[in-house]
T-cell receptor
Framework: EAGVAQSPRYKIIEKRQSVAFWCNPISGHATLYWYQQILGQGPKLLIQFQNNGVVDDSQLPKDRFSAERLKGVDSTLKIQPAKLEDSAVYLC???????????????FGEGSRLTVL | GENVEQHPSTLSVQEGDSAVIKCTYSDSASNYFPWYKQELGKRPQLIIDIRSNVGEKKDQRIAVTLNKTAKHFSLHITETQPEDSAVYFCAAMGSAGNMLTFGGGTRLMVKP
């Protein structure tokens, strides 16, 4: 079974530039998550999708970050303009189901490492 | 929202000893508690999870205990091996929005 695919694996940009990350979840997984993992810290949820709808984006810095999952399958996360503190690994994860008594395991991609200079 | 605290941040043990990592959570409605292992430069991978209707779960050398009253849960690794060296994250999933909130991580080092 193919895992969660992410690209690019690495990206170096200068501050104020823009960047986009792509994620393709495991086939059939309805729920997709974007997490930000700063070096030495735990993953922090940015946004959660259920199919093509947003479940939670309360921790997404909406002045510079945006994400979409138009057809309920793959997703893109964009940062514009980037700041130094955005340097992190951006992890995409998917699960078959979410919540309550049907909580499902999250499967993570390899991540996209962003360095902002 | 949910807040998950994890301790210790680093843990060094001798091979063969046991390791215990503890987490507390704030949302009493949280009902799912997974543990993830992340090796250097790799993705987090689920190693064990527990749901709120269970107090303890074991899988070979790994066990997790949950105390809902005190709102804390722990990971126990027995007979540690060098390949157990990694960063371990606890997490809690609340009922509102089904967000999975992670702790800050514990770097476990198993010395041969």
């Amino acid at each position: 079974e193919a895992g969660v695919a992410q690209s690019p694996r690495y990206k170096i940009i200068e501050k104020r530039q823009s960047v986009a990350f792509w994620c393709n979840p495991i086939s059939g997984h309805a729920t997709l998550y974007w997490y930000q993992q700063i070096l030495g810290q735990g993953p922090k949820l940015l946004i959660q999708f259920q199919n093509n709808g947003v479940v939670d984006d309360s921790q997404l810095p909406k002045d510079r970050f945006s994400a979409e999952r138009l057809k309920g399958v793959d997703s893109t996360l964009k940062i514009q303009p980037a700041k130094l503190e955005d340097s992190a690994v951006y992890l995409c994860a998917s699960s078959f189901r979410a919540g309550g008594s049907n909580t499902g395991e999250l499967f993570f991609g390899e991540g996209s490492r962003l360095t902002v200079l | 929202g949910e807040n998950v605290e994890q301790h210790p941040s680093t843990l060094s043990v001798q091979e063969g000893d046991s390791a215990v990592i503890k987490c507390t959570y704030s949302d009493s409605a949280s009902n799912y508690f997974p543990w993830y292992k992340q090796e250097l430069g790799k993705r987090p991978q689920l190693i064990i999870d527990i749901r709120s209707n269970v107090g303890e779960k074991k899988d070979q050398r790994i066990a997790v205990t949950l105390n809902k009253t005190a709102k804390h849960f722990s990971l126990h690794i027995t007979e540690t091996q060098p390949e157990d060296s990694a960063v371990y994250f606890c997490a809690a999933m609340g009922s509102a929005g089904n967000m999975l909130t992670f702790g800050g991580g514990t770097r476990l080092m198993v010395k041969p």
